[in-house]
């Protein structure tokens, strides 16, 4: 079992750039690929990207390639979100997700452990 906290949320011009980080704790974080995922108000929750354990390979979604990566430190049981570009249509509310699996998925009920949360605003 592992616990997830998000960080880095706030408010951002459109344009700029914001980096969310996803501290992992529990048992062996470095075994869990993990999500990132986002939900808009009055939207339903929708994948960004992800990143397996092990080889730290990341899928990301079409809506967000070319702007946004995923990357992870084991060694501080951390995984990163780095928003560049950013637009007002990526404001929402952003988690991440973990699953004790090799690979990676956005589909979210295939994960099983879930942050807080930290809110992305995008705004002039």
């Known amino acids: 079992q592992v616990q997830l906290v998000e960080s880095g949320g706030g408010l951002v011009q459109p344009g700029g750039s914001l980096r969310l980080s996803c501290s992992v704790s529990?048992?062996?974080?470095?075994?869990?690929?993990i999500g990132w995922f986002r939900q808009a108000p009055g939207q339903e929750r929708e994948g960004v990207g992800c990143?397996?354990?092990?080889?730290?390979?990341?899928l990301m979604t079409d809506s967000v390639k070319g702007r946004f990566t995923i990357s992870r430190d084991d060694a501080k049981n951390t995984v990163y979100l780095q928003m560049n570009n950013v637009k007002p249509e990526d404001t929402a509310i952003y988690s991440c997700?973990?699953?004790?699996?090799?690979?990676?998925?956005?589909?979210?009920?295939?994960?099983?452990?879930w942050g807080q949360g930290t809110q992305v605003t995008v705004s002039s």
């Open positions: 997700a973990a699953v004790y699996e090799y690979g990676c998925s956005v589909v979210d009920y295939k994960y099983h452990y």
């Open positions: 529990g048992r062996t974080p470095g075994d869990y690929a």
């Open positions: 990143i397996s354990s092990g080889d730290s390979s990341t």
